[in-house]
């Protein structure tokens, strides 16, 4: 069965914790730069193009305070980014392919950029983890070290899990080895080697299905798991 939030988007624990943060770096913002932060919401309300909001708001970013807030707003942007990035893959991987590649070619490449994704998407919620634990928890909690290591325990443990399918892809053989089981190396020897690589990736049309049904639930319970320690940072945050 599906993931409902790979094809839904990010996961509720993961935007009510945007929310949550992103609402306090704007009050701590207005505190830093009030004039900037009102000439930038006229400048909005009067409809005159984004671009002159960024005009208004140039300079804050000097601000060496708020550093550690951009930061976790980076962060935020950059995972979410990353999400969507993982959805398209699954969704390219069991669509029909395009006119100038062939279906075993066009699932290969999207097997593959699913692997790098999802390795991308393990380091960025740690990342996101880090900062918010020790920006934004550790001042108020006496145990937020311990809320740390328990966090970073459940991504290194998804960390290994997708290490398990991305690197045979990275470091031995991969789906050459499933081809080589139907023969087709057999023929390549005899044929002395004048088998087109186009033909052995027309082998992988054949896993498609099993493939994406692999990755389409590996995802899902890894964006729940994003989801859920997300859902527990909210909680630990500070009043």
Known sequence: MESQIISNGVPKGFTDLRQNLISRAAVILEELAPAQVKAFRETI?????????????SGIHDNSEFNKWRCICIDLLDLEL?????????????????????NGSWVDYHFNTWAILMQGLLYRTERL??????????PESCNWKLIEKQTLEKIA???????????????????????????????Y?????????SEMFNQMASFQKKWHKLLSSTS???????????ERLSKELPE
């Open 45 to 57: 309300s009067q409809r005159k193009g984004p671009e002159h909001g960024l005009a208004v708001l």
């Open 82 to 102: 990353q999400m969507h990035r993982l959805e398209n893959s699954l969704l390219l991987l069991k669509s029909p392919t395009v006119s100038f590649l062939s």
């Open 129 to 138: 983890i880090k900062d918010v634990i020790r920006v934004v928890i550790r």
């Open 157 to 187: 443990d998804f960390q290994k899990r997708v290490k398990l399918i991305r690197d045979p892809i990275a470091h031995t053989r991969g789906a050459v080895d499933a081809i080589a089981e139907d023969g087709l190396i057999e023929s």
């Open 189 to 197: 020897i005899l044929l002395c080697g004048r088998i087109p690589a």
């Open 220 to 230: 899902s319970t890894i964006i729940n798991e994003i989801g859920l320690i997300c």
